[in-house]
């Protein structure tokens, strides 16, 4: 018998792995680091692993919970579920194979190095930037950067260039920020880019952060936007007491631009920012998005099937939550199909047409000049490069749903068809 075909029985002794653990509220987070899986479990899911770990059989685990508190828990299925999640180490000393490990981004950065981070006064420098920025555009308010900042050429090519070059480096800093502070904590935190809606966006795992203390996640949670509040900072008090000209001054007034406008999108929890994993962390609730979507999914339901006989209710996902989480997911879901709306609408009403005119003039601009070929050329493998890149991130995270909505969608027409077939009167 193989590992993986070991049988979970009321005899087995079940080795579990090294979990992370805290207390949250009424239960425990418990969970591995190395993969990033955390659940949220009751006192008596805790006392299970507990006393597993202590050698004893399966029945003995039930014997021993049902002694002491008089009622009888489905142990075996418990552990079952454990080992779904490759929290279970070995079945009656057959191990279990560990085939979800992350390989973490810069393993070469060691904790001790990047300990600093996550010093208290670190929230302070922070600040201090924020501040200075402040009093420095508020004493030179022509400095504030408008629209007119991010347009400081007439080539199309050559600024789209330079933008999106500060731009993502602005966003690797910001996520080399949360890696940093994850991996001070000793979190193998990894880098990967992906898609938030119709947006190419870079994102840090920092799942494993959940077993520890409040403080430090929140330190992690809010590196990226420190880092920012920093770069911006120190980029207006450049322009202010330096008062740079020329190419530098076009440089540094785009970082500020685009430092705020990273900020700014911070702010749109419905797509899982930063400000997101915050709120959610603040509410006490273990996936606020899930929850949130499984709530405008039942709304959905309810609208739908009003008035149909024979169609049994839905029931309201949210409804097994204490009252302060039930309140968050409710209004979250509210956010979040706002949220998503108005963003859609943005980018079918203003994004997808501006891409379209750039893309005409770039394509306009070839053939003409060798300068202007040069630049059109340039601004044409931007803007399709992007779309590119953003097409395959979206197809590498939503493949395995399309093609099982596909699968479904087939097999609903072959059954339909079959039962034409045994109706000729259907048509």
Same mark, same amino acid.
């Given at each position: 018998?193989?590992a ?15 979990? =992370? ?17 955390f659940?949220?479990v ?22 021993r ?7 009888c ?15 279970i180490?070995?079945v009656d ?17 060691q ?9 208290p ?33 007439r ?36 880098i ?37 509040? =920093?770069?911006?900072?120190? =980029? ?8 740079p ?7 540094l ?19 899982r ?19 949130g979507s ?19 209710p ?6 097994e ?21 108005? =963003? ?5 009403a ?10 005409s ?5 070839i053939?003409?000049?060798v300068?202007?070929t ?24 939503h493949?395995?749903?399309v093609?099982?909505?596909a ?21």
């Open positions: 018998m193989t993986a075909a070991a049988i979970v029985t009321g005899s087995s002794r079940v080795q579990v792995r090294r979990l =992370c653990q805290r207390r949250d509220g009424d239960g425990w987070v418990i969970g591995r680091i190395e993969t990033g899986t659940i949220l009751p006192d008596v899911a805790y006392r299970v692993i507990m006393l597993l770990n202590e050698g004893r059989a399966i029945d003995e685990v039930s014997a919970l049902r002694a002491e508190t008089g009622v828990f489905a142990v075996a299925e418990f552990v079952e579920a454990l080992d779904e999640l490759g929290f180490a070995s000393d057959r191990a279990r194979t560990d085939h979800a490990r992350m390989r973490p981004s810069l393993p070469w950065l904790p001790d190095r990047v300990r600093w981070l996550t010093h006064l670190a929230p302070v420098v922070v600040a201090g930037f924020a501040v200075a920025a402040v009093v420095m555009l508020a004493l030179h308010p022509e400095e504030f950067p408008g629209y007119h900042v991010l347009v400081w050429n080539r199309a090519g050559l600024v789209l260039a330079v933008n999106a070059a500060i731009a993502w480096t602005i966003i690797s800093v910001h996520e080399l920020a949360h890696l940093a502070t994850a991996r001070a904590a000793g979190v193998p935190a990894r990967t880019l992906s898609t938030r809606l119709q947006f190419l966006a870079a994102q840090t795992d920092v799942s494993g952060v959940w077993a520890a203390p409040r403080r430090t996640r929140m330190t992690v949670y809010l590196a990226g936007m420190s880092i920012e509040v =920093c770069c911006a900072g120190t =980029c207006a008090l450049i322009l202010g007491l330096a008062d000209q020329g190419l530098a001054r076009h440089l007034a785009v970082a500020v631009a685009e430092t705020l406008i990273g900020l700014s999108g911070q702010f749109m929890v419905f797509m920012t930063d400000v997101y994993f915050v709120l959610q962390d603040l509410t006490g609730c273990g996936n606020l998005y899930a929850d499984a709530y405008i999914r039942y709304l959905g339901r309810r609208v739908t099937r009003h008035g149909r006989r024979g169609t049994a839905s029931l309201d996902p949210s409804w939550y204490p009252a302060p989480q039930r309140r968050a997911v409710r209004l979250y879901s509210a956010v979040l199909l706002a949220g998503t709306a108005v =963003c859609l609408s943005v980018e079918f203003l994004s997808l047409p501006a891409l379209i005119a750039l893309t003039r770039a394509v306009s601009e053939g003409t000049t300068i202007a040069a630049d059109g050329g340039l601004a044409l493998a931007i803007l399709l490069g992007v779309q590119i890149l953003w097409t395959s991130r979206w197809w590498h995270r493949k395995h749903q093609r099982s909505m699968r479904h969608h087939l097999r609903t027409r072959r059954e339909v068809r079959g039962h034409g077939r045994h109706h000729p009167a259907v048509r």
